[in-house]
């Protein structure tokens, strides 16, 4: 559940004073199935960002053993070519060690708020419902599988059960990463409206949606700087193909240059903002300040890089694009700080 070009950005601290609201890293964008957006201002914002928050922990526990099941079955599919003895078998029982993620997911009531607009809730429920019931099948799956192993079946039909199990493993694991992918964009969608409204109607609430606007932006660049064409290696490439790099990625350059003097004039902008309110609160103030410093500091280094882009057709080697990358956790902890900050009362 990757979020795209800020892989980096963790868990948003909830506001205590406001609505509890935790932002999850969660996968691509899906097309909204409804314009409408629950009114924060009315039961329903509570209801996203409360619904939101039970979404996170529905997906991490859809998800927590997927990454298991796809090794033991790659495990699988190389012993049925080996099978070299029991010391090699897969080891099914590996997915679901311990407390059954998969068991507890079985009595989750997770369900959409009845406050969302009806496509809404048909988005969500159908989604919710199939990662219930892709993970159950899994469920028995996997424990079919490990009595299978167990007991050296495998040896009577040649490894024919998990042959024609394996299909559908990897049907089912799909299933629940896309449907878990697509509710977690959707409804960060839905609960970050939700709280922004509610952040409108709060003395603090300008600072963070400053500090927010600016990541939006930061994270745009990154999207353009973070592109594989930004790839250009660091060996010596003669003028014909300097060239042609510079030519490959003169629109992503262009786009992430331009956003460098958008996100300048906003942090000029929003360093300026009325302090009335963080008069008694020098610990936010001071997190406010060093948040931009944080900024200053990140997009000199993008700044640097745009240069470089311009003259070589890229960033460099993809260790180079995953460092510059890496200089946005620091602007994103001085958010985090300020609203961590928030919640302890500071």
Not at 5 to 32: D, E, M, N, R, V
Request: with cysteine; hydrophobic share 40%; glycine share 4%.
């Amino acid at each position: 559940m990757r979020k795209k070009s800020l892989p980096l950005l963790p868990l948003h601290a909830a506001l205590c004073a406001l609505l509890a609201f935790t932002f999850a890293a969660c996968g691509k964008k899906s097309p909204s199935p409804g314009a409408s957006t629950p009114d924060s201002a009315a039961p329903a914002g509570s209801a996203a960002i409360a619904f939101h928050n039970k979404l996170v922990d529905f997906s991490k526990l859809a998800r927590e053993p997927l990454r298991k099941i796809v090794q033991t079955s790659k495990d699988a599919a190389e012993f049925v070519e080996r099978d070299t003895g029991p010391s090699s078998k897969p080891r099914w029982d590996m997915p679901l060690l311990g407390i059954n993620p998969y068991e507890k997911l079985a009595k989750n009531t997770l369900a959409a708020p009845a406050s969302f607009p009806k496509a809404d809730q048909e988005f969500f429920n159908t989604r919710i419902k199939l990662a219930k019931d892709s993970a159950a099948e899994l469920n028995k799956i996997i424990n079919t599988l490990k009595a299978y192993y167990n007991a050296e079946d495998y040896k009577d039909d040649k490894h024919k059960k998990f042959l024609d199990l394996k299909p559908r493993i990897q049907t089912l694991v799909e299933q629940i990463a896309t449907a878990t992918d697509e509710m977690g964009a959707r409804s960060e969608e839905i609960a970050s409206a939700a709280e922004r409204e509610a952040l409108k109607k709060d003395p603090i609430g300008i600072y963070i949606l400053n500090m927010r606007d600016i990541m939006a932006k930061v994270e745009q660049q990154m999207d353009y700087l973070a592109d594989d064409r930004m790839n250009c290696g660091n060996e010596n490439k003669t003028p014909a193909e300097t060239a042609a790099n510079i030519a490959k990625t003169k629109d992503l350059v262009a786009s992430a240059d331009a956003l460098s003097t958008e996100i300048a004039s906003m942090a000029e902008k929003f360093k300026a903002a009325d302090m009335t309110a963080l008069k008694k609160r020098p610990t936010l103030a001071k997190d406010y300040e060093d948040f931009f410093k944080r900024l200053d500091e990140q997009q000199g280094e993008v700044r640097k890089n745009i240069r470089f882009a311009k003259e070589h057709g890229g960033i460099g080697t993809a260790s180079d694009i995953k460092n510059l990358a890496g200089t946005v956790r620091d602007v994103v902890q001085g958010h985090n700080d300020f609203i961590d900050h928030v919640n302890k009362g500071n």
